[in-house]
T-cell receptor, first 110, second 112 residues
Framework: QKEVEQNSGPLSVPEGAIASLNCTYS??????FFWYRQYSGKSPELIMF????GDKEDGRFTAQLNKASQYVSLLIRDSQPSDSATYLC??????????FGKGTMLLVSP | DAGVIQSPRHEVTEMGQEVTLRCKPI?????LFWYRQTMMRGLELLIY????????DSGMPEDRFSAKMPNASFSTLKIQPSEPRDSAVYFC??????????FGPGTRLTVL
């Protein structure tokens, strides 16, 4: 049974701070990792993906992957109130489907 | 580009009734996914089609659920008979090859 674990939160950070969202996965054969953002009442939308160990930066977002520890994280720099949403970690294990975590709710206060 | 289209957006029905959810994937996408999202269980994959063929239906909760994809531009998810525990948001998603999955707006189903 492939599992993806996330802290449900809410994670509360002040505007301008760094938000750190974490995810662990059980399938050591997992190949690629995705972060989706979901606003309340809306559908998930992809914001980052990472395949290789290390960091990947895209604007204010940085994804970090450590396959040895089976750990992936998302850092959001200079957090804005508009970043308030639920962030879903998803893992692709080569069976053509994604396994999603339950998500972490992020609240950015002005 | 219209994106993934789902209908209806909201459905309220009574226990025992048949419910049919519809999805039109993005043109050219060859994979289609049906998900169910609840607070308790998160986003769960129900069934996955590739080139209109069901590949993995292990997530379909029970025989009351069925899904079809008669052609590349249309899929349905049917629940018969519906039960209150089926209340959830149902998402359809599509992708081409192993690239980004795009989600539809979802159908919020309430079974009374």
């Amino acid at each position: 049974q492939k599992e993806v674990e996330q802290n449900s939160g809410p994670l509360s950070v002040p505007e301008g701070a760094i938000a750190s969202l974490n995810c662990t996965y059980s399938d050591r054969g997992s190949q690629s990792f995705f972060w989706y953002r979901q606003y309340s009442g809306k559908s998930p939308e992809l914001i980052m993906f990472i395949y290789s160990n290390g960091d990947k930066e895209d604007g204010r977002f940085t994804a970090q992957l450590n396959k040895a520890s089976q750990y992936v994280s998302l850092l959001i720099r200079d957090s804005q109130p508009s970043d308030s949403a639920t962030y879903l970690c998803a893992v692709f294990s080569g069976y053509s489907t994604l396994t999603f975590g339950k998500g972490t709710m992020l609240l950015v206060s002005p | 580009d219209a994106g993934v289209i789902q209908s209806p957006r909201h459905e309220v029905t009574e226990m025992g009734q048949e419910v049919t959810l519809r999805c039109k994937p993005i043109s050219g996408h060859n994979s289609l996914f049906w998900y169910r999202q609840t607070m308790m269980r998160g986003l769960e994959l129900l069934i996955y089609f590739n080139n209109n063929v069901p590949i993995d239906d292990s997530g379909m909760p029970e025989d009351r659920f069925s899904a079809k994809m008669p052609n590349a531009s249309f899929s349905t998810l049917k629940i018969q008979p519906s039960e209150p525990r089926d209340s959830a948001v149902y998402f359809c998603a599509s992708r081409i090859a192993n690239n980004e999955q795009f989600f539809g707006p979802g159908t919020r189903l309430t079974v009374l």
